[in-house]
T-cell receptor
Framework: AQKVTQAQTEISVVEKEDVTLDCVYE???????LFWYKQPPSGELVFLIR??????QNEISGRYSWNFQKSTSSFNFTITASQVVDSAVYFC???????????????FGKGTLLTVNP | NAGVTQTPKFQVLKTGQSMTLQCAQD?????MYWYRQDPGMGLRLIYY???????DKGEVPNGYNVSRLNKREFSLRLESAAPSQTSVYFC????????????FGPGTRLLVL
């Protein structure tokens, strides 16, 4: 069984603060993928990043950065100098192979609501 | 290139009524998925289709049926709607193979009275 835990249900920050969203996962697979999605108030789900289990290099994209640590089964997401437009629900997700490895099934955490106040 | 589209965007049903949610993708994805999103629950997989002609149950399939009409289209049917099926439904398409990033449609908000 796999599980994704986002312990922070809601976070509120003031604009320009840095904020880290935590994600802890459980899986028995050696090959898996981790994802972050953003769901703004408009409701759509926007793909942010994918990381495979063999690549522990951290990634930075503009104000966004991700820290993947297999030793602690964590895949945390940091927003630097937050902006009001970053206000959204953020979901961490884990995919594991099924059907002989030709397809993957995605399991989502329950999400973290980030509110960035002006 | 519209990506993943869903119709309708919003629907109100009475208990016992039936309806079909439509999903289409133009991204040439082999895999397609239906999820439901409920407050505080994240997204839960209802059904998926790994390829044209195949469908399988996900985490919460009861009360639903699906049809993979062709590679582009994957529909979700509620035969007899219940208030517990009030939710936001998302369709997604996936890359092939292995690097399975799923791209989501805009969602359908369903209210069952």
């Amino acid at each position: 069984a796999q599980k994704v835990t986002q312990a922070q249900t809601e976070i509120s920050v003031v604009e320009k603060e840095d904020v880290t969203l935590d994600c802890v996962y459980e899986t028995r697979d050696t090959t898996y993928y981790l994802f972050w999605y953003k769901q703004p108030p408009s409701g759509e789900l926007v793909f942010l990043i994918r990381r495979n289990s063999f690549d522990e290099q951290n990634e930075i994209s503009g104000r966004y950065s991700w820290n993947f640590q297999k030793s602690t089964s964590s895949f945390n997401f940091t927003i630097t100098a937050s902006q009001v437009v970053d206000s959204a629900v953020y979901f961490c997700a884990l995919s594991e192979a099924w059907s002989g490895g030709s397809n993957y099934k995605l399991t989502f955490g329950k999400g973290t609501l980030l509110t960035v106040n002006p | 290139n519209a990506g993943v589209t869903q119709t309708p965007k919003f629907q109100v049903l009475k208990t016992g009524q039936s309806m079909t949610l439509q999903c289409a993708q133009d991204m040439n994805h082999n895999s397609m998925y239906w999820y439901r999103q409920d407050p505080g629950m994240g997204l839960r997989l209802i059904y998926y289709s790994a390829s044209e002609g195949t469908t399988d149950k996900g985490e919460v399939p009861n009360g639903y049926n699906v049809s993979r009409l062709n590679k582009r289209e994957f529909s979700l049917r509620l035969e007899s709607a219940a208030p517990s099926q009030t939710s936001v439904y998302f369709c997604a398409g996936g890359d092939t193979p292995y690097q399975e990033t799923q791209y989501f449609g805009p969602g359908t908000r369903l209210l069952v009275l």
